[in-house]
């Protein structure tokens, strides 16, 4: 007789493997989908798929607008301040030019000074005629002889070579024509720093001592072809207006002098001497701008 409880468990037993049991409890590999695009524990290989040469292609350089604004500033400074000095050479040489038009006109009002200084420099400019007819220009100018002329057509060529922003026809804000001598020397004292427009180019009517500054440092005229009368306004403004004019006018000719003479070492030693070591920026300037 058969055990009916022994053949219960081995069909028990069989019916443990059968397909149809498991199907619900085990996923197999092939039936997994491919476009999850699940991460896995299986290492993958990039080869192909990243190009070593554009590893930070997508970085972009950038500043603030704050700082751009700021540092186009800052380098507009730089260009205007790389023309002071040519403007400031410029300025000095008018003023020597204004002062040697008076002294040939035996004063007068500035406006009119600066309308002959006007005229003066278009006709230096004009590259189109000689010598001869620019001092038969100048001469009718300045309604003066041939000879007297000649005398001080030399450094009016001089001087005019250091003017490089004049602009023939511009506007001219001169003094007025009924404005005397004293007037137009009480104005200059004034403490107005705005420049005069005169002869076609910015100018002072009076030379800033803040732009000079103690013997200019960064300029570059050279003494001998201004003469005396840019010497005169340097030495006056290294010793701050304190110099009697006939102990400038003195001081200007004895320097002068020492310039012309000697090597530069002797030069230096005799400017020392003789300014007594107190005003060693002069000597500084006069040295640079020596023949």
Same mark, same amino acid.
């Given at each position: 007789m058969s055990n009916p409880r022994g053949g219960a468990e081995a069909h028990s037993r069989s019916k443990q493997y059968d397909y149809r049991a498991n199907t619900s409890l085990v996923l197999t590999g092939e039936n997994r989908s491919r476009d999850t695009h699940e991460p896995t524990e299986e290492t993958e290989t990039l080869s192909g798929k990243i190009d070593p040469k554009s590893f930070g292609d997508r970085v972009a350089m950038g500043r603030p607008q704050e700082f751009e604004d700021k540092f186009k500033k800052f380098k507009k400074k730089q260009r205007d301040a790389g023309d002071d000095d040519v403007t400031k050479e410029s300025r000095d040489a008018y003023e020597a030019m204004l002062s040697l038009i008076q002294r040939q006109l035996g004063g007068g009002p500035l406006n009119v000074a600066n309308g002959a200084a006007n005229e003066i420099l278009a006709v230096l400019k004009n590259d189109a005629v000689n010598n001869h007819v620019k001092k038969v220009e100048i001469q009718k100018l300045l309604k003066r002889t041939p000879e007297e002329v000649d005398q001080v057509f030399n450094q009016f060529v001089s001087i005019g070579r250091f003017i490089t922003d004049f602009q023939e026809g511009g506007d001219s804000c001169g003094v007025d024509e009924e404005s005397d001598p004293d007037m137009v020397e009480e104005e200059?004292? @004034? @403490? $107005?720093?705005?420049?005069?427009? *005169?002869?076609?180019?910015?100018? $002072? *009517?009076? #030379?800033?001592? @803040? $732009?000079?500054?103690? *013997?200019?440092?960064?300029?570059?005229?050279?003494?001998?072809?201004?003469?005396?009368?840019?010497?005169?306004? /340097? #030495?006056?403004?290294?010793?701050?207006? /304190? #110099? +009697?004019?006939?102990?400038?006018?003195?001081?200007? @000719?004895?320097?002068?002098?020492?310039?012309?003479?000697? +090597?530069?070492? $002797?030069?230096?030693?005799?400017?020392?001497?003789h300014l007594q070591f107190e005003k060693f920026s002069l000597v500084k300037f006069l040295l640079r701008n020596r023949f």
């Amino acid at each position: 007789m058969s055990n009916p409880r022994g053949g219960a468990e081995a069909h028990s037993r069989s019916k443990q493997y059968d397909y149809r049991a498991n199907t619900s409890l085990v996923l197999t590999g092939e039936n997994r989908s491919r476009d999850t695009h699940e991460p896995t524990e299986e290492t993958e290989t990039l080869s192909g798929k990243i190009d070593p040469k554009s590893f930070g292609d997508r970085v972009a350089m950038g500043r603030p607008q704050e700082f751009e604004d700021k540092f186009k500033k800052f380098k507009k400074k730089q260009r205007d301040a790389g023309d002071d000095d040519v403007t400031k050479e410029s300025r000095d040489a008018y003023e020597a030019m204004l002062s040697l038009i008076q002294r040939q006109l035996g004063g007068g009002p500035l406006n009119v000074a600066n309308g002959a200084a006007n005229e003066i420099l278009a006709v230096l400019k004009n590259d189109a005629v000689n010598n001869h007819v620019k001092k038969v220009e100048i001469q009718k100018l300045l309604k003066r002889t041939p000879e007297e002329v000649d005398q001080v057509f030399n450094q009016f060529v001089s001087i005019g070579r250091f003017i490089t922003d004049f602009q023939e026809g511009g506007d001219s804000c001169g003094v007025d024509e009924e404005s005397d001598p004293d007037m137009v020397e009480e104005e200059e004292d @004034e @403490e $107005d720093e705005e420049p005069q427009r *005169a002869g076609g180019m910015q100018v $002072d *009517a009076r #030379i800033n001592e @803040e $732009d000079t500054g103690d *013997a200019n440092e960064g300029t570059s005229l050279n003494v001998q072809d201004i003469g005396a009368y840019l010497l005169q306004r /340097k #030495i006056s403004q290294t010793f701050e207006q /304190k #110099i +009697d004019p006939q102990h400038c006018q003195v001081l200007t @000719e004895e320097l002068l002098k020492i310039l012309a003479e000697g +090597d530069d070492r $002797d030069v230096e030693n005799k400017l020392l001497v003789h300014l007594q070591f107190e005003k060693f920026s002069l000597v500084k300037f006069l040295l640079r701008n020596r023949f």
